[in-house]
């Protein structure tokens, strides 16, 4: 299976620039009497000798391109055909965690890069407006992955991400694109503070402005003492009690809801709230040895989630990120989920992993050869593999 993780991004890369030919810009086909009468016979494709992931595994099979669409059936008409050299062909994959798509700045070289890996998906939850509107807009007239963007996440006062973008982002990355920006200038763009059921209402609106795709809501230490600190200090974020309320509307207008976790309880918060989708699994950021064991999660919460068809979109990568302490006591946590019983990841695997996509492929997937890896791991490794070629496009 290593070798087929190298092999990947030129089958990507290959297939893309053959559908790219048979298809709209936007990846949708136009109407077929609008297509027949503007533009000429699209060309059909045979793919032969490749190697298909079936769900399972990989298995010789041809495909055909008819129409921008693969299909099993040979369709009418001439065929060109393409020798695909017993290359293995998996689905495109999807970016579930992410926030480099959001201005027009930098497009181009984001969208190459996903197409060149295959990731033909990405879902940005958290970005601001204003800049999001321009990127949908720019998106629908080149070739790129298609995208969906959450908008302004909701969190308490001082709560996560508020000093992220006011005090980070706003200097690190959004003013040297767009030029100076006074602090402040994020709120109800980037992030929505939520304190009470009538700020829920009040700001609503503002909340749904610019037409989300779904919405982001933000648990930060939600556990007792942790979360009764004053607003504005330490990491905090929403008053979970609020959270039942947010996804009921937000279901009511057809919007889904990701949750963003840092602890086990924050988790269940989320799990017990209804949400649709979570954010990290506790344990990518661990910022006091002391909190390793409140991000420890467990076989019961893995099944609730499952049970309530929760997507877990696991981000496990994001702890090599961090710098210094946190990065250490990370890497502890890492440690200690090594030791516990295959059952729990076995059980998370299947049921609810996701992952993200930063660059490539190969960097979300930093297990050793499967030459030097116990029988165990390797299942490990094997069902990881299934569940994100298997359920990627379930988003």
Aim: proline share 6%; aromatic share 8%.
């Amino acid at each position: 299976m290593q070798g087929v993780c190298r092999r990947w991004p030129l089958v990507f890369a290959g297939l893309l620039v053959l559908l790219a030919g048979c298809a709209t810009p936007s990846g949708v086909a136009p109407p077929a009497a609008a297509q027949a009468a503007t533009q000429p016979a699209a060309r059909q494709y045979a793919l032969v000798n490749g190697r298909w992931f079936n769900g399972t595994g990989f298995e010789p099979a041809t495909w055909y391109s008819v129409a921008g669409r693969l299909t099993r059936n040979p369709p009418q008409g001439r065929l060109e055909v393409i020798d695909l050299s017993r290359l293995f062909i998996v689905p495109p994959f999807g970016e579930a965690h992410n926030h480099n798509i959001e201005g027009s700045w930098n497009l181009a070289p984001v969208a190459d890069r996903y197409l060149h890996d295959g990731v033909f998906y990405v879902k940005i939850p958290n970005n601001v407006r204003e800049y999001a509107l321009v990127s949908r807009e720019v998106l629908k007239g080149m070739a790129s992955p298609d995208v969906v963007f959450a908008h302004a996440g909701l969190t308490g006062r001082g709560g996560h991400p508020i000093l992220l973008y006011e005090d980070v982002l706003r200097t690190s990355r959004y003013e040297p694109a767009v030029g100076p920006l006074p602090r402040g200038w994020f709120e109800n763009r980037a992030y929505v503070v939520i304190e009470s059921e009538h700020d829920v209402e009040e700001k609503w609106a503002s909340v749904t402005s610019g037409r989300p795709d779904f919405l982001k809501v933000y648990l930060v230490h939600s556990d007792g003492e942790a979360h009764a600190r004053t607003p504005g200090t330490g990491r905090t974020g929403l008053d979970p009690r609020l959270i039942p309320a947010i996804v009921a509307k937000a279901h009511a207008m057809g919007l889904q809801v990701t949750a963003h976790v840092e602890t086990a309880a924050d988790f269940r918060h989320a799990i017990r709230a209804g949400v649709d989708e979570v954010a990290h699994v506790p344990g990518w950021l661990v910022e006091q040895a002391a909190d390793v064991d409140r991000v420890r999660l467990t076989e019961a919460d893995a099944r609730a989630a499952a049970e309530r068809k929760v997507r877990v979109v696991t981000t496990t990568v994001a702890g090599r990120a961090m710098p210094g302490a946190a990065a250490h006591h990370a890497c502890a946590t890492r440690r200690r989920r090594g030791g516990m019983d295959d059952r729990f990841w076995r059980s998370w695997s299947r049921r609810c992993s996701r992952t993200t996509f930063g660059c490539s492929t190969r960097r979300a997937c930093p297990w050793r050869s499967a030459a030097t890896m116990p029988t165990r791991r390797w299942r490990r490794r094997s069902t990881f593999i299934r569940s994100i070629c298997s359920t990627t496009l379930r988003w």
